[in-house]
């Protein structure tokens, strides 16, 4: 188990050879582990440790290592045998600190009992107060406090914490409630009060052995009256609920491995709810929701543990503590700022006061929005508490995301929620908020857009015939389809909202209906889509932008600071000036550009020219060329072609400047283009003047069993040539006129898509190169140019020091070449990922993640012989990978020299980028 | 360019130093040069050499070497400088030898000039023979030879030739036929003679004239008088045909490389048509159909080179001579066994009697039928010729398929040729040859077949719903697909004729007709297909099986011997003395598996089982099982699936006794057991009892866009593992039965198909156990067992160290990891894989032959990290490429333990096996 160097319990452990040592112990002052022991202390007690050898007051305890959760299991759920020893020695220690002894009638220690592991993970049993308790210990506690009905009142919590937590008492068949929250609703009934606290002492008593008798039903034995039955049944069920199903599946989710195993706290208890000069309560160090420094928090006086966060009363702002207890206020001030600058990080606090000491009894670093988490960092650097490279560090990248997205107004959306109106849920494909009219095809989506409406594309799946509807919508949602599938991947592209794969959606095309949650909804109906939880929402909800996205786009500067603005942008800076790799985008058309050189791509990493092709006359053309018979009829409908693709360049091209910009020639199989059903194939027939079964002919000749394995990619240039050279020649010509007119140099780079050998390449290659030279001659111009291919194909990678021969740059298309490796598509893989992911074959979807164990073992392979055959050789990667942070850390591990992804997800990647230059340092 | 080191020409080169090398001369009883010089000389040369050395009559001359080759080439068409003066020292030698000199009026010296590769190739210029003749020298050879119609015979043969094949005159446009032959057909009309032998000298002077005037008018110059202008003219055309298209087209179909280059032979010339003493033929030392060892050829008396091959007029068998020239006989004969003794082989020869003198031409190893090959390699050991390994090596594995097809009677197909029947070609997916009556559809074919017609099942392409069809009937035909689609794999394993990929054939199956070569042909017509060559034949052709086979699959014993079968059975034992590898069969049935035992199969590679699921009551329970909406509902389905599986098993188990047989689960997509046409799902529907319109549903649920990427294989059986663990009660059941009541021990290897990581195989394998040992204690018996997986997926084979942890064996499942890594569906190949062996991006169809540097380099991690984990894992190979000799030559450098292949094609694997075993030795 790998601990820092400076760990004072590691260092004393290794001194100590033998017995082993499970249990670590610590009271103000003194601790036996610091901060840095959280592999072996869990993140509380190595906490709870630091804040001892701060000096802070913290109740005197000890914790049971994450050593003992791995013994424990190994063990088949019994416990080493040195720990009992341990364990009575530290008890007895605490007794002597406290001066009251474990299960004395008369003077009774009380203690708590937490999980925790290195990392905060819901699903475990986390806590059991005032164990210590029993029909004698509670007439001690009575009596010391002068307070029976506290004494009541804790043992009646105990007993139900208990029974809840360790014995596993959940509510009855038919029930909502467990027994013992309905047994002190009956009790209140019974009593005519409303609230616990007008119960007394007696009433409570009376409870206590109700919930015992409940105890005694349930499990079959009575509640346990020895303290340290008590304190071994609380141990065991803390490490026991390590490998429950919710803490496995939690786990699996956060990749936390299962061997590391979860620590147990035991403290002495202190009292929050001792009477009115008692309280307890949370605070952060920061505003958790804004960033904004200021002591934030909320507590409540007279109460213990989970009451502020039950909601049962409702607690008071933090700094009405100042007026209610002054002195104690200022020393949580004093304490709270301590741990910020010890940390160096936004702290999350718990406290209680006992008649009016202050004690912490946690602190961690605390949870933020992706707002907060930027502000914090960026100005921590200011404050000189951390440095700028730790700022880098310390945002997730996804984060940004939430920056740079509309956002739903959290009172309209609570509002819906209440309403019953989240009908379902999807995978959050395209994030951000939006509201329109639900619009079921294309061309009505167009026309409703067209008068002003905002619509929602429904569809079954989306395909390139959808781009203009999708470009048409606020936001696309679909009933199959995974993370990227053709409706997310083109939704994220363009930054719109997008909901996939929402499986319990029933389309009726033709009915312009669709059924979900019971409900009909039909063409022209409001719905709101949040694509960044991934749920559907019946009705309008209010959206407004994000103030970082406002601000970025703005015409002119706005007058009035922005502090989220400010930081997002110098976190941006700090990144570039850290990263070593580039960051282009995945753009097709000139207004993507544009955004993404707001969001700061430094090129275009892949241009699709075939979404270029759906548009307006070019359909035509493009279903002409199809069709065509011989190569001289494909050719004059190449030569329709011709400039409208240019100007598509054009205006990219000018878009762009003089930075780099891919573009991968004609991909998709031809028969993506040509309409399918009957009466689209009579108009085009009309169109075009052939008959209807020609074209029928031709559609069922271009069918395939299997598209993505078909005649597509290069396998068209190398066909039809003639593809190539008009794409050639479009791009040229269209860089030799902007350069005329704009004075910039435009560097295209023409790549070309699904090469298995360097011959295929070297054939396309002199295509391409013919008509450069020919263009050149003729515009009596020069520009610099690349030809490069992708490497999609297991093939391509496993022969890359041939193909690089003829390759000045490979990009890696990791989209294709996951399908290829794994042997799935992406377009039917939703059937069986789920599965896959639930039974743990897989981490994650493969198409999110990079499978650096398969994809990107063929990536080394091919990065590493590609540089052997040609050392200067550029490497980037445009599959949707490009914008995931980790696939983007193994790309920096490659050397890649650039990443490419959608517009949305430049900040992102360059960030990204930046903390994997610094790993890599 | 790599030379054996005895070569003598070799030798001499090295030592004289400069200038370089280029002409290398002989003539009886010496030579610069031997039969290893092949590279350097060609074959021809080589072999002219050695009949030299060995004091054979051989008429004397020099070779050109095919350096001379290379450095025209380079030289862009002109040749090396020292060329000029060497031919002028050999041709001056040559003039001392012969007592003519070159161009000499009164004594001309007559030379041929022949092409020779190292080996032999069509398409490249042959032969001029009679060079140095013209208007002058014409007459000296009249004079000499006494015979002025043979001087102007040879001279008009002279001037057809070199204007034929030098100056490349071909037929004038719209002519069937070249002008040469026009002319000589006028001449002879207008002498009113039907042979060429009835023109008088003065006939053939004027023929010649004719002959100048057409080289004029075509070629706008004259004929070249000058014997030295002949000769270069002739020495170019000869190097410049190495690189025409045919030739190139030639090399690479047969992996010749371009840079080996021709040698030149030129060649003092002898006469065979000076009268009724001389003559010319061409022999084989052994019969080159059958094998026999009996002299075997033809000649012609009176009679120049071409005429015994061009069959105008009808040549003498070689035993005549014995009569005609006895002492000419005794002296062939001679030769003849002396060549065959001296080389070791069967050899071909062509002589020349030159007024009772016989002169030596040529000789080479003989090309012969796979009858033959095997016949003479066995007989050749019992004479002590050659060793059994040397045996092993000579016979191309693929000429083994000839002895065991049934074949077509010879002159019935010569009949169908001639009456133009043969209607078009397609690809030779199945060998053999079958008549049969044409029919579209499966049910069809059932009802015909059971009805006694020998039927030919004509399909677009074939489905698993054929399976039924395809067993019925005696041939298969398609008009889509290559040799590794459905209906090829399936038609090889069943050892039926097939002819795939047809894409002629114009299929209306509504109409039950089909439009081939104009003609079109209904149901119910006969039909013959050859599946050797892929001819389809009009009407009936009769075949007949071959001897071989014939004796292999006899009840009893023939008494009367058959040296072919003898041969065969010899070649086989030696070859599984010789080999390491162990030889499987791809079979799912009984009856297979017992034609692969009677073909020597040690073991069964591959067991598809869903073939199985389409025959009678099967597929209706696999549709239920299907169909099923919850766990419960598809288990019912299973259970009656259950006994039905068993009893597939216990067929297999019981041909196989204690051989292995490796089972594969569950592979194909569940949508391709479902009907897809609105009327079979209506009666499916009615069969099962649920509405037509939960069977669409189901049908369209399931439909997948890449089924090859889909939802298949294993993970069917991580979606619904109550299939994997039917299937595997199925086997071990079966296996367990069988061994009761046989005494064998079955050996059942149960395999994972498409595994993509370790975790899949993990928890099938999971399954798969628990399941063996509950049936093994319900049975009170134990067999063994392994479990393993295909390598099918390029993630399989970058993972195979993990994977093995779970594998006790590997199968490369060589089809699917060809598909992936090209990320080539091979259903939709066909449309663009042509174009790429035309281009020369495929040296062939990599679903025929293995892709050694990219597919085999997959393998070779998966082998080579499989067995670091685990050192005894099995590895084998069950892919189609199993059956290829040069795959299976791979398959033993990779360290294979077994490869797999149909049944008809074991034969072919034992021996190329035992090849691959001997050149690994």
Redesign the interface.
């Known amino acids: 188990m790998p601990r820092s160097t400076t760990s004072r319990a590691g260092a004393r452990r290794a001194s100590t050879k033998s017995p082993k040592r499970y249990v670590f112990a610590f009271s103000q002052g003194r601790a036996e582990g610091s901060k840095d022991d959280k592999n072996l202390l869990g993140g509380k007690g190595a906490n709870l440790a630091e804040m001892c050898q701060l000096g802070l007051p913290v109740p005197p305890g000890f914790t049971l290592s994450t050593e003992v959760c791995a013994a424990y299991e190994a063990g088949g759920g019994s416990f080493p045998k040195e720990l009992e020893a341990q364990v009575d020695a530290a008890l007895a220690k605490l007794e002597r600190q406290m001066g009251r002894r474990f299960g004395d009638a008369d003077n009774p220690l009380l203690v708590s009992v937490r999980s925790g592991a290195r990392v905060s993970m819901p699903g475990m049993m986390d806590t059991v107060l005032n164990l210590g308790l029993n029909d004698a210990t509670v007439r001690g506690l009575a009596a010391r406090s002068g307070q029976p009905r506290f004494a009541w009142d804790a043992y009646r919590r105990f007993v139900q914490m208990y029974g809840d937590v360790v014995l596993g008492i959940g509510p009855d068949p038919g029930e909502e409630f467990g027994p013992f929250a309905l047994a002190l609703d009956h009790a209140k009934r019974e009593r005519g009060v409303s609230e616990d606290t007008g119960l007394t002492a007696e009433d409570l008593e009376a409870l206590v052995r109700t919930y015992k008798a409940i105890v005694k039903r349930r499990t079959k034995r009575a509640f346990p009256e020895d303290p340290r039955d008590q304190l071994w049944g609380a141990i065991a069920a803390v490490f026991g609920s390590w490998n429950n199903e919710r803490a496995i599946a939690y786990r699996r989710m956060n990749d936390i491995p299962g061997t590391w195993g979860t620590a147990v706290n035991i403290v002495a208890m202190v009292f929050g709810n001792l009477g009115e000069t008692s309280g307890t309560g949370v605070a952060f160090t920061r505003d958790p929701a804004t960033g904004e420094k200021r002591f934030y928090g909320e507590f409540l006086m007279n109460a213990q543990g989970e009451d502020v966060v039950a909601g049962i009363r409702t607690p008071l702002s933090i700094d009405r503590l100042a007026r209610i207890l002054p002195a104690a206020w200022k020393e949580l001030n004093r304490i709270q700022k301590l741990l910020e600058q010890h940390y160096r990080d936004m702290q999350d606090l718990e406290f209680t006061i006992e008649d009016k000491k202050l004690y912490m009894l946690q602190c961690r670093v605390g949870k933020r929005t992706g707002f907060a988490a930027v502000r914090i960092a960026v100005e921590m650097v200011r404050e000189k508490l951390i440095t700028k490279e730790e700022a880098i560090r310390r945002v997730d990248p996804e984060a940004l995301s939430q920056l740079l997205q509309p956002i739903f107004d959290p009172s309209d959306r609570l509002r819906a929620k209440k309403e019953g109106r989240i009908l379902t849920k999807g995978l959050n494909a395209g994030p951000g908020a939006a509201t329109g009219r639900i619009v079921f095809a294309t061309d009505r989506a167009v026309a409703r857009a067209r008068a002003g409406e905002p619509v929602l594309l429904v569809r079954v799946e989306t395909s390139p015939e959808d781009i203009r509807g999708m470009k048409a919508s606020v936001g696309i949602l679909t009933a199959r389809g995974g993370m990227t599938s053709h409706a997310a991947l083109v939704a994220r592209q363009m930054g719109k909202v997008c909901v996939a794969g929402a499986g319990e959606l029933a389309i009726d095309h033709k009915a312009k209906t669709m059924i979900v949650a019971g409900r009909k909804l039909k063409e022209g109906d409001w719905l709101s889509l949040d694509g960044t939880s991934g749920e559907v929402i019946e009705g309008q909800v209010s959206t407004r932008p994000s103030e970082v996205l406002a601000r970025l786009f703005a015409k002119r500067k706005s007058k009035k600071p922005s502090p989220a603005h400010e930081a997002y942008k110098k976190l941006m800076r700090w990144s570039d000036e850290v990263r070593t790799m580039r960051i282009r985008t995945n753009a097709d058309q000139p207004d993507q550009c544009a955004t993404a050189l707001v969001f700061g791509a430094e090129g275009v990493g892949l241009c699709r020219t075939e979404h270029m092709f759906f548009e307006g006359q070019k359909i035509d053309a493009v279903r002409e060329m199809i069709l065509a018979d011989t190569v001289e009829e494909r050719e004059r409908a190449l030569a329709k072609l011709l400039p409208l693709q240019r100007k598509d360049f054009e205006g990219i091209f000018r878009a762009m400047g003089s930075r780099p910009v891919t573009i991968r020639t004609l991909d998709p199989p031809l028969h993506e283009f040509l309409p399918h059903d009957k009466k689209d194939l009579a108009t085009l027939a009309k169109q075009l003047g052939v008959s209807t079964k020609k074209i029928t002919d031709k559609v069922h000749a271009l069918a ?8 597509r990619g290069c ?1 068209l240039g ?2 039809y040539p003639e593809i190539t050279r008009m794409q050639a020649r479009a791009i040229f010509e269209a860089a030799c006129n902007v350069a005329k007119k704009t004075g910039k140099k435009p560097r295209p780079e023409i790549m070309i898509p ?1 090469i ?2 360097a ?2 390449l070297e ?1 396309q290659e002199a295509e391409v190169r013919a008509v450069a030279e020919e263009v050149f001659r003729a515009k009596k111009l020069r520009l610099p140019y690349l030809v490069g291919t992708m490497i ?4 391509a990678a ?2 890359a020091a ?1 193909i690089a021969r003829h390759a000045e740059f490979f990009s890696f298309g990791t989209n ?1 070449l996951t ?7 992406r ?3 939703g ?2 990922i789920p ?2 992911i639930e ?4 981490d994650g979807d493969p198409f999110a993640r990079l ?1 650096r ?3 990107g ?2 990536m080394e392979i091919a990065g590493r012989e590609g540089r052997d055959t040609r050392p200067d050789i550029k490497l980037g990667i445009c599959g949707e990978h490009g914008g995931d942070p980790a696939s983007i850390a193994f790309c920096q591990s490659l050397g890649l020299d650039y990443v490419s992804c959608s517009p949305f997800r430049v900040p992102i990647a360059r960030l990204a980028a930046a903390q994997a230059a610094l790993a890599a340092r």
Chains 1, 2 share one sequence.
């Open positions: 395939e069993l299997n598209p993505m394995l078909g005649h396998r190398i066909t699904l298995g050998s011959r295929e054939l999609e194909l297991p093939r496993l022969l041939d294709d399908q290829t490796t794994f042997g799935i598509s377009d039917d893989g059937k069986f599965d896959y039974h743990e074959i897989y499978d164990a398969g994809v073992r063929l």
